[in-house]
């Protein structure tokens, strides 16, 4: 079993960053590939970025590509997602994600149905 708790989503104006942070417990968290998924108001779940076991690759939706940066620290089971450059489109709940069927593997999966483990979520908001 793995538990996630993001933290770190505030109001921020355009232009911002915020560095969100998602501490896993569970023995085995180590092995998990990891995602980050926000959802808007009235829209679906998307998938923003993720990072494979290790931390060694990384993959990002077009919408936040050079602007965010996502990473881990295996020893102290957390994981990263600094937003930079923030705009007002990127409101949404966040959530951190962690994927069983990529864990051990280089793989990152970007369907939130390969995630097996969901944290509560944190509401990042960008005014204008």
């Known amino acids: 079993q793995v538990q996630l708790v993001e933290s770190g989503g505030g109001l921020v104006q355009a232009g911002g960053s915020l560095r969100l942070s998602c501490v896993a417990s569970?023995?085995?968290?180590?092995?998990?590939?990891m995602g980050w998924f926000r959802q808007a108001p009235g829209k679906e779940r998307e998938f923003v970025a993720g990072i494979t076991w290790t931390g060694g690759r990384t993959y990002y939706a077009d919408s936040v590509k050079g602007r965010w940066t996502v990473s881990r620290d295996i020893a102290a089971n957390t994981v990263y997602l600094q937003m930079n450059s923030l705009k007002p489109e990127d409101t949404a709940v966040y959530y951190c994600?962690?994927?069983?069927?990529?864990?051990?593997?280089?793989?990152?999966?970007?369907?939130?149905?390969?995630?097996?483990?969901w944290g509560q979520g944190t509401q990042v908001t960008v005014s204008s």
């Open positions: 569970g023995r085995t968290f180590s092995g998990y590939g």
């Open positions: 994600a962690a994927s069983a069927r990529t864990m051990f593997t280089g793989m990152i999966a970007y369907s939130s149905a390969q995630y097996g483990y």
